[in-house]
């Protein structure tokens, strides 16, 4: 068995200093806009402010609820809608023809040049050379593991034994119907023990492996690439190590000191390419130069499509409804 | 079979010059395939059509616009965009030397190895250096016509290069408010800790393969030969708060009995 033989990457972030494990230093999840370190209450993290930005056309993202599952632990089950926690970079631009109009993406075959309709066109394997096996959804959806709907938790990790080299997309979990309180027990469980759980599921024709964690009482799934997705150095080819000279050691560590920082820049992370893009159609747009109305085109994809922030806040605040009146 | 690199660059710290060559650490194995005409099973080509007129419009011919609010677009000339292609470079800018716990994980994106390109010592030395002192570099470098923002690591004696998410591309966590359901009473966490450490192990990657993947294959190879598969479908389960103390005691029994 092969997948046997890859030796793991070393874990990433239990190379950090042996800081004494204090309340002011414990380890944890990493924060987005806070600072890495977080009071031993189960407080909301102190943040460090936000880094000042315009609001920009990008803060209405649209997207749409992403997948609803079931969030599985022991015999308890908790319904679950995910959202992507990332948004799509707003930097595509449109086909336009001479005049103005966008353009649509039509399919044909290159022979006949014939038209082929979206809803026509099949999904092919290239088994040979120019030989396909066409698959259906239903096929595709047969072959789906059984669990298909269950985010089943069964191994739980110290946060700090993840590699984030495998980490691929996050996904906010809010929960659905009554799963409010099986939801925060499990936030609660998770967070107060430093833990992340481990589970496999289906999402979208595609198998994943997730590790699912709390912060700040909202559960995030990271999904995780498989360990035959990442390469080894020995894979790659990389040269035995060599054991670095001493005197060149320390003149890196002089380099490293004269560009150290404690924080992170975090202008750095700004967008410069889409920030400039953005003035230059922005500048025109006052002008009133080479300014182009379109109607947005009706495609039924976009029907259900919501504000990311507001559906997870309406989420959010649903399931402790519900819940809370349960109770009461 | 050592892996091609796929760009040549020089770490650049200061007046300190490291040349690497740069490796994807990711290799893509999701299984790829192509839309095909269903009458001949052939591959179909894509065109760019001028929906009012049915015409196909010649790549030479066709105009950017970027959308500055919906259903607005403001068309950009090729010199505008040209003004925005970054210049060509090969180096690797180090911002700022941060601690290695500064970089949220949240902002990884993808991750490359950068190897030796000539010099090991000054290699090395870099990586064993980055280890000693417990940081990571904040990157900034320019391949193939886009800008990049990376966090500069180690994975062993290696250096990793990971590319980051913009700013605007990670949504904020912290905006959120926090479920306010009732809370868990101290029967129920204490329970649910319990199975929680029942259920604790270490982290093994390799543990794991995507099953997913391997049955694709093999419904592909079924059908190669001319086989029919059964379908099937999946539910969603229903939770009950009311029930949770005895769920949450039932699995820790059946937990203790495994």
Redesign the interface.
């Known amino acids: 068995m092969s997948?046997?033989t890859?030796k793991?990457?070393?874990k990433?972030w239990a190379?950090?200093?042996s800081a004494p494990k204090s309340a002011a230093t414990r380890k944890g999840?990493?924060?987005?806009?806070?600072s890495?370190k977080r009071p031993a209450t189960k407080a909301?993290?102190a943040?460090r402010p936000?880094?000042e930005?315009r609001p920009?056309?990008?803060d209405e993202v649209r997207v749409r609820p992403f997948w609803?599952?079931?969030v599985?632990?022991?015999?308890?089950?908790?319904?679950v809608d995910l959202y992507?926690?990332?948004?799509?970079?707003?930097a595509g631009?449109?086909?336009?023809?001479?005049?103005?109009?966008?353009?649509?993406?039509?399919?044909?075959?290159?022979?006949?040049g014939g038209r082929?309709e979206n809803t026509?066109?099949?999904?092919?394997?290239?088994?040979d050379k120019?030989e396909?096996?066409?698959?259906t959804d239903?096929?595709?959806?047969?072959?789906?593991?059984?669990?298909?709907?269950?985010i089943s938790?069964?191994?739980?990790?110290?946060i700090d034994?993840?590699?984030?080299?495998?980490?691929d997309r996050?996904y906010?979990l809010?929960?659905?119907?009554?799963?409010?309180?099986?939801?925060?027990?499990?936030?609660?469980?998770?967070e107060?023990?430093d833990?992340a759980g481990?589970a496999?599921f289906?999402m979208r024709?595609?198998?994943y492996?997730v590790?699912i964690m709390a912060?700040?009482?909202?559960l995030?799934a990271?999904t995780?690439?498989?360990?035959?997705?990442?390469?080894t150095?020995e894979?790659?080819?990389?040269?035995k190590?060599?054991?670095?000279?001493p005197a060149?050691?320390t003149?890196?560590?002089k380099?490293?000191?004269?560009?150290?920082?404690?924080?992170?820049?975090?202008e750095?992370?700004?967008?410069?390419?889409?920030a400039?893009?953005?003035r230059?159609?922005?500048a025109?747009?006052k002008r009133g130069?080479?300014?182009?109305?379109?109607?947005?085109p009706q495609d039924e994809e976009d029907v259900g499509v919501i504000d990311?922030?507001e559906a997870?806040?309406k989420s959010?605040?649903a399931?402790?409804g519900?819940?809370?009146r349960?109770?009461a | 079979m050592a892996a091609r690199a796929i760009w040549k660059a020089e770490v650049e710290l200061g007046s300190t010059k490291v040349p690497v060559k740069m490796y994807s650490a990711v290799t893509d194995r999701n299984v790829r395939f192509r839309l095909l005409d269903p009458e001949t099973l052939t591959p179909v080509s894509q065109r760019m059509v001028n929906p009012d007129s049915g015409r196909e419009v010649e790549t030479e011919k066709i105009e950017r616009g970027y959308e500055v609010q919906p259903g607005l677009l403001v068309k950009l000339e090729e010199e505008e965009l040209a003004q925005l292609e970054p210049k060509p470079s090969r180096e690797i800018e180090i911002v700022a030397f941060v601690p290695d716990t500064e970089i949220d994980h949240r902002w990884y994106d993808r991750p490359y190895y950068l190897g030796p390109d000539g010099d090991q010592d000054a290699y090395f030395a870099l990586a064993d250096a980055l280890k000693k002192e417990g940081r990571e570099g904040l990157a900034r470098w320019t391949m193939r016509g886009k800008r990049y923002v990376g966090a500069l690591g180690t994975e062993g004696p290696y250096l990793v290069l990971i590319t980051l998410r913009h700013l605007e591309e990670v949504v904020d966590a912290s905006a959120l408010p926090r479920p306010q359901s009732a809370a868990p009473t101290n029967a129920e966490l204490k329970m649910a800790e319990q199975l929680v450490e029942m259920l604790r192990g270490s982290f093994e990657p390799q543990k794991y393969r995507d099953e997913y993947r391997e049955r694709v294959m093999e419904l592909i190879e079924a059908k190669r030969k001319g086989k029919v598969v059964p379908l099937k479908k999946a539910r969603a389960k229903k939770a009950d708060d009311a029930s949770l103390e005895k769920l949450l005691a039932q699995s820790l029994k059946k937990a203790g009995a495994a």
């Open positions: 997948a046997t890859r793991p990457a070393k990433r190379k950090k200093p999840p990493k924060r987005a806009n806070g890495a909301r993290p943040q936000a880094p930005r920009t056309e990008a609803s599952g079931t599985t632990f022991g015999l308890v089950s908790i319904p992507p926690a990332n948004r799509p970079r707003q631009l449109r086909m336009l023809s001479e005049e103005g109009t966008p353009l649509r993406r039509e399919y044909h075959n290159p022979d006949s082929i026509e066109v099949v999904r092919g394997y290239e088994i120019g396909f096996v066409v698959l239903e096929e595709l959806e047969a072959v789906e593991p059984e669990r298909t709907r269950d938790l069964d191994a739980f990790v110290d034994e993840l590699d984030p080299m495998y980490f996050a906010f809010a929960p659905r119907e009554n799963a409010g309180k099986a939801y925060r027990l499990l936030a609660d469980v998770m107060n023990n833990l481990i496999r289906v024709s595609k198998e492996l590790a912060d700040g009482g909202i995030r990271e995780m690439r498989f360990a035959d997705e990442i390469r150095p894979e790659i080819g990389l040269p190590p060599k054991k670095p000279r060149d050691v003149a890196m560590k380099a490293i000191a004269k560009l150290a920082s404690e924080q992170l820049p975090e750095a992370l700004q967008d410069e390419y889409l400039e893009l953005r230059i159609a922005e025109k747009r130069q080479d300014v182009v109305e379109v109607e947005e990311l922030m997870l806040k959010m605040a399931a402790s519900r819940g809370a349960k109770r």
